[in-house]
């Protein structure tokens, strides 16, 4: 029953052929036996899981639920779930209990899904690898000797292996697309300002968008549809009707004009991938779509802008872990300095102060002017090179990144290398606009994701988009054979 889909559990809990509590059952045995091996969980909650599927299986007892009725996901460990430790992959955050739920866990638990626990993550969100988290490092279920892919490396890695049935995430420069890719899953990053960022652990906050990883583009609609929608608890977040995202995914792809950006299939790209990619989009055009050149000249400076900006933003959002109010306090502070100093230097890892310290630099009052002012012009101008795009084009195709997931430990001494094969996800995020990854193949046993760009609140479009692909591909059913 663990490689059902969403939609295809729920049918079954309905029949009545299985209840929610033997399918937690089933997936709590599975994180047990399997997870050891793999470190996508950071926290697992059975009681919780449990009790949440007694109720479930009441309710759908007498007919009544939703279609996530008793179906059993993760959280990221970066949204807020009271009664459940939440961490950010952060020793900072290592006893920290959150008072209350993120908007996203409170509309999941209002849908009647069940939580079977957090997700192992880079820390605090910053990574490509997983590796940064204080946990340890998480494994792709295709080859435990790789990376699952970052940040959301635990959720990707548990939706691949059956380890639960959907998975949040959250994606500030590609954190769900990725591991999307490099795990061979399905991952929605919505248009910022679609899903609330309450609860949700800032990082980068005019980049973070939450979203999930499942296994299909139906079952990404599903989850949406519940996570989706208007937050007065969160500013930035839009008041903007939700779409029927399950009730578009039938919408026919002829005619559909999808632009290819010259700038992304040239150099630095992986041959395996190219083939991948370019072997999608001959079979889009074979469904019934047409492709297009097109140009976006101002990519390549998304990797210097959205580190300044992210950076940036991460150095002030993270002033708040001062040893007073939240998380890590040090032992016997000499007086108030010495409590945020060594309370700081022992609660953050090596990336997260690397970032404080740059991201502090860049917003000094003598570089402001030359880093982030410079920075936000990177990003209008990226931001209108997709706003030409889309007059030309319904959707945009590319790579995910430049490789399959590569080995654990290949770049943990060269950040830079790290950063760079983030070149077609950021941006997006710099821009605010939505995209989606999905199964497309495979390079050397590996799987290779696809990404969709949609323009701001193209949602259905793309999960459409997604869907019909997936009705006619089997790569998104194609389980990694992870039984150690
Ligand atoms: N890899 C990027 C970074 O490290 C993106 C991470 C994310 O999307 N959370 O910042």
């Known amino acids: 029953m663990h490689h059902k889909t969403i939609a295809e559990l729920a049918a079954c809990l309905r029949r009545g052929e299985f209840t929610s509590t033997d399918l937690t059952r089933r997936y709590l045995a599975r994180i047990e036996c399997l997870d050891p091996h793999l470190n996508s969980y950071i926290s697992v909650d059975p009681e919780g899981a449990l009790a949440a599927a007694g109720h479930a299986d009441v309710r ?17 460990d970066i949204f807020c779930t009271q009664g459940i430790k939440t961490s950010c992959g952060s020793c900072m955050l290592d006893s920290f209990i959150a008072p209350y739920n993120a908007t996203v866990v409170e509309r999941l638990e209002q849908a009647g899904a069940l939580v079977l626990g957090k997700t192992n993550m880079d820390e605090f969100a910053m990574g490509s690898s997983n590796e940064t988290s204080f946990y340890g490092p998480v494994r792709n279920p295709w080859d435990v000797r790789r990376v699952p892919g970052g940040s959301s490396g635990g959720s990707a890695a548990a939706v691949a292996a059956r380890l639960c049935a959907a998975a949040t995430g959250t994606d500030t420069g590609g954190s769900i697309r990725q591991p999307a890719s490099f795990c061979g899953v399905t991952g929605i990053k919505p248009t910022y300002g679609r899903v609330s960022r309450y ?19 139906e079952d990404c609609a599903l989850i949406l549809q519940a996570m989706a929608g208007f937050d007065p608890r969160d500013s930035t977040s839009v008041e903007r009707p939700v779409p029927d995202y399950p009730g578009g ?21 992986d041959p395996g991938v190219s083939a991948v990619v370019t072997a999608a989009l001959t079979r889009f055009e074979a469904m019934g779509a047409r492709v ?54 022992e609660g ?3 990336e997260v102060k690397r970032r404080i310290m740059i ?16 920075a936000q ?25 430049p490789t399959p997931a590569f080995l654990l430990g290949a770049k943990t001494d060269d950040p830079v290398q790290m950063y760079l094969g983030d070149i077609y996800t950021l941006s997006l995020n710099l821009a605010g606009l939505p995209g989606l990854s999905i199964p497309a193949g495979f ?30 591909t089997d790569w998104h059913r194609t389980a990694p054979d992870f039984e150690p």
């Open 60 to 76: 759908l007892g007498r007919g009544e639920g939703g279609p996530l009725t008793g179906i059993p996901i993760a959280h990221k």
């Open 199 to 217: 609860g949700m652990i800032a990082y980068g906050s005019s980049l973070d968008q939450g979203g999930v990883i499942a296994r299909t583009a």
């Open 249 to 269: 995914l039938d919408t026919d792809i002829v005619g559909l004009c999808i632009g290819v950006p010259e700038e992304w299939l040239g150099t630095g790209l």
């Open 292 to 345: 297009e050149q097109i140009r976006l000249p101002h990519s390549p400076l998304c990797i210097a802008g959205y580190y300044v900006i992210a950076m940036s933003e991460a150095s002030s959002n993270l002033a708040r872990y001062d040893g007073v109010r939240f998380g890590h306090r040090c032992q016997e502070p000499a007086d108030l300095t010495d409590l945020y100093r060594r309370s700081r230097a």
């Open 348 to 350: 953050f890892g090596t």
């Open 359 to 374: 991201g502090t630099y860049a917003l000094s009052a003598g570089y402001y002017d030359a880093y982030y002012l410079k």
């Open 377 to 401: 012009k990177i990003r209008r101008l990226i931001a209108d090179d997709f706003r030409r795009a889309f007059e030309q084009v319904d959707v945009i195709m590319g790579p995910v990144a």
């Open 443 to 472: 390079s050397a046993d590996l799987p290779v994701g696809l990404q969709l760009i949609g323009d701001y609140w193209d949602e259905t479009r793309l999960l459409a988009i997604a869907h019909q692909w997936q009705q006619t």
